[in-house]
């Protein structure tokens, strides 16, 4: 081993450097940022000298266990049983290649072999870090933290931290967090990513201006079960963020012989702030969907806010054919159309359409929707059980459950311990028969409660269970499943809302619901969270009754849809009641939706403002340049024609070429894209006048 060496992985346009340390066995971070960036002296360098701490504590590592690292926060902890906890490792090889590095790290007296493995994600600006842990010794280890990764981060004035916070009906809100000294946890051990935090943070040096087109660093971690992402601002401007699975049940064991894979960290940067920052999420999502991103997304009509749990087929039907007049092209019935669902008390488990519903026969009821042109899908929550279902009484067992405790409701509900094998298999079974004996092209997959008895009886020393590895590799083999053995059906993720967004379950399915809340202002504050995050393409977002039932400050029916167009259309309205000019209006949208989604859902996104400004706007620039498509929202205030009469509000866009001509059709304006850039598009606000959608083709 030398001090000196170091490898580079490049990703579209930045690089990110490793070297080992000259002061001890551990890889740390020389550099990270655009392309180049490697070449000169590193801004992570540091005195070398310390005061209490060792140099292992104030070092830019990359991956350090507790031992080495004892004070400042290790990325691992391990022991043999009743042994003391600690790791020492030496450095043993590395393994690089043009595109991934491998580095691996032993301690013989533990019986712990480590690698930290690096892989560059073609086409974007990504590189996927994660550890490999191996027991070498004849003794099981026991693993209290197993993070999957560290990053380091340089700043001068403590860390601009941004996160997406929330709670249920209010996900991905955009919180921001000056950092100079402390920690900071974000996560959940709700068994999902949960609705109080997404698995997402973005790290900016604090000095820079918020939302300037900064150096901007961020993570996220692919694990669709308990998480954290913790966020360390130590002396000397040091901003470590270390992420990874948490160990609910105490530790994890590692069999003697076995390796255990931590979730891969997606590791992005952008020296675009975190606008350019979200492009980055948003080019490695469209690598996630592959193929299936140019798969057409349907207009969507989803029954649920028109009928809960009152399905009955004349009344779908009824639902079905407006909705086909308005140019939907796919009908989703939701929660209650299988048996013993009259209310969210009953039915979960037993996956049989509900003859009283569909008295002609639920075949027939598909082949109707289906005759009017309209694609069928269907709600499932797979990993419910109702506690008085047929399910639930062959199987008590298949429950998370402990004995000797009371098995808690949560939704009136029960979970389904999707970790045993035999609760897989049914699940599989039960998807398989309801996709081949029915004619279903979409499946929205819901999850209503986390799992509270965290128990697995008889099924050895309870310690020794990891029951959130379980159930998360059981959901993802389903939907690996479902993929393979279903090509055809597009797959929607719900969990009450966003409880379960992350990159393992983004990479499974189609579109994910980021909100039960689609109340017009709630909604526009929620997709403008999720889009720093998250692609338009999986954004699915519906039009929903005014003044919607979370937030009643009215806004137009063209607001609505306007905001739902940001990412993929849908209409959860009651149709039924809807006048005609609404409905003539309600297919004026879908039109025009149709006409530039392709610009929508593959075009590069720039948020311009934020919902705390009179106006805001999401622009949406054509792969090819020749379309530009601007969603423009004013929220409140009407800051424009009240104080300045007949003075429209200008909206700057951005990124444009300045020296071309963009033409809108719509009102036969012509501009110059230094007219755009400079002054920018005119927005004539009134009280009935709040959102548009404005089409610029590059002439
Ligand atoms: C929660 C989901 O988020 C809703 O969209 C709806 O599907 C209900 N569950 C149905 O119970």
Same mark, same amino acid.
């Given at each position: 081993m030398t001090s000196h060496q170091r490898w580079t992985l490049r990703t579209q346009h930045t690089s990110y450097t490793v070297r080992l340390s000259p002061d001890g066995p551990w890889a740390e971070l020389d550099a990270w940022g655009p392309h180049g960036v490697e070449t000169g002296p590193s801004a992570l360098d540091w005195s070398h000298r310390t005061h209490f701490i060792t140099p292992a504590d104030a070092a830019p590592a990359e991956y350090l266990p507790h031992g080495i690292r004892p004070f400042t926060g290790a990325d691992l902890v391990a022991s043999r049983p009743g042994h003391e906890r600690g790791t020492w490792w030496t450095f043993e090889e590395a393994d690089p290649d043009e595109h991934s590095l491998k580095l691996t790290f032993t301690d013989d007296l533990l019986g712990l072999r480590t690698t930290l493995c690096y892989a560059t994600v073609p086409g974007t600006d990504v590189l996927h870090r994660w550890t490999e842990l191996t027991c070498t010794g004849d003794e099981e280890l026991r693993l209290e933290r197993l993070d999957s990764a560290a990053v380091n981060v340089p700043v001068t004035a403590g860390a601009r931290l941004t996160y997406l916070s929330g709670q249920w009906s209010q996900e991905f809100q955009r919180t921001q967090l000056h950092l100079t000294r402390g920690t900071f946890t974000i996560g959940s051990t709700q068994g999902v990513p949960g609705h109080a935090y997404a698995p997402w943070l973005a790290v900016q040096d604090a000095a820079a201006p918020p939302d300037a087109p900064a150096p901007t660093y961020g993570v996220a971690l692919e694990w669709p079960g308990n998480w954290h992402i913790t966020t360390e601002a130590e002396p000397g401007a040091a901003v470590r963020v270390r992420a990874g699975r948490v160990p609910h049940e105490g530790a994890v064991h590692l069999a003697p012989g076995d390796t255990l894979t931590t979730p891969r960290l997606a590791c992005a940067f952008s020296a675009d702030g975190l606008d350019g920052l979200s492009r980055v999420w948003h080019h490695y999502e469209r690598h996630l969907a !592959?193929?299936?991103?140019?798969?057409t997304r349907k207009v969507l009509y989803n029954s649920w806010e028109a009928t809960g749990f009152d399905v009955d087929a004349a009344d779908q039907l009824q639902l079905a054919k407006t909705a086909a007049d308005l140019g939907v092209e796919l009908f989703v019935v939701d929660d209650g159309w299988f048996t013993g669902r009259a209310d969210d008390t009953g039915g979960l488990g037993d996956w049989y359409p509900d003859p009283e519903a569909f008295p002609q026969g639920f075949d027939r009821f598909v082949a109707d929707v289906r005759a009017l042109g309209l694609d069928f899908g269907l709600w499932v929550e797979p990993e419910a059980v109702s506690p008085g279902s047929r399910l639930h009484a062959e199987h008590p067992d298949w429950i998370y459950r402990i004995d000797g405790r009371p098995a808690r409701l949560v939704r009136n509900q029960l979970l389904l311990d999707l970790g045993r094998t035999d609760v897989q298999e049914f699940v599989i079974a039960t998807l398989d028969r309801l996709l081949t004996d029915h004619d279903i092209g979409y499946l929205k997959w819901d999850m209503n409660r986390p799992p509270t008895e965290r128990g697995r009886p008889d099924a050895g020393p309870a310690d020794h269970l990891d029951l959130d590895a379980g159930h998360v590799a059981g959901y993802l083999r389903v939907l690996d499943h479902l993929r393979h053995a279903h090509p055809a059906v597009t797959i929607e993720g719900c969990a009450g809302g966003g409880g379960r967004i992350d990159h393992a379950t983004l990479a499974r399915t189609d579109v994910v619901w980021p909100s039960d809340n689609t109340a017009p202002l709630d909604r526009l504050r929620i997709q403008y969270g999720f889009l720093h995050a998250h692609a338009p393409h999986t954004m699915s977002s519906w039009v929903t009754d005014a003044p919607g039932v979370f937030d009643p400050r009215p806004r137009s029916l063209a607001f609505r849809f306007v905001t739902a167009l940001c990412g993929v259309l849908g209409v959860g309205a009651d149709l039924r009641a809807w006048t005609g000019e609404q409905r003539t209006e309600a297919a004026e949208w879908i039109a025009r939706y149709k006409r530039v989604r392709d610009v929508v859902h593959h075009g590069e996104v720039r948020l311009l !403002?934020? @919902?705390?400004?009179a106006t805001c706007a999401v622009q949406y620039d054509a792969e090819d340049g020749r379309r530009v498509v601007v969603a423009a929202f004013s929220t409140g205030r009407l800051d424009g024609a009240p104080l300045v009469p007949g003075r429209a509000v200008r909206l700057r866009l951005r !990124?444009?070429? @300045?020296a071309a001509t963009y033409r809108d059709t719509a009102t036969a304006t012509t501009y110059s894209g230094a007219h755009l850039l400079h002054y920018g598009l005119p927005c004539a606000w009134s009280a009935d006048h709040d959102a548009e959608l404005v089409v610029l083709t590059r002439q």
């Open positions: !592959g193929e299936r991103l140019h798969r !403002g934020t @919902p705390d400004d !990124g444009l070429d @300045p």
